[in-house]
């Protein structure tokens, strides 16, 4: 399964980005692909990390195991940050 997602760039935001690519289009591509390549690479170590530690075996490809992994996702970790900030200063 993919999902698409699209970005509206203002004209001055488009102008500005032609100044450091020669595509717009490539380059959103290029960040967005490396920075999930990055977030694969966490998620599959930390994984491996927990598994190993339990005497578990590896298997399936780095897409597999990021899909097996159960993981927070940005806004469950925020949320929680907050309800603990909270707390913290209803104790206070």
């Known amino acids: ?12 935001e488009d102008k500005a980005l032609s100044t450091v690519t020669t595509s717009q289009q490539d380059w959103i591509d290029n960040a967005i692909h490396e920075r999930c390549r990055v977030a694969i690479e966490e998620i599959v170590a930390v994984e491996v990390e927990r598994i190993t530690s339990v005497g578990g075996e590896i298997s399936g490809t780095k897409e597999d195991i990021v899909m097996a992994a159960q993981v927070k996702t940005a806004a469950e970790k925020q949320a929680e940050y907050e309800a603990k900030i909270k707390s913290q ?3 206070a």
């Open 1 to 12: 399964m993919s999902k698409t997602y699209t970005i509206i760039l203002s004209d001055a």
């Open 89 to 91: 200063q209803g104790a």
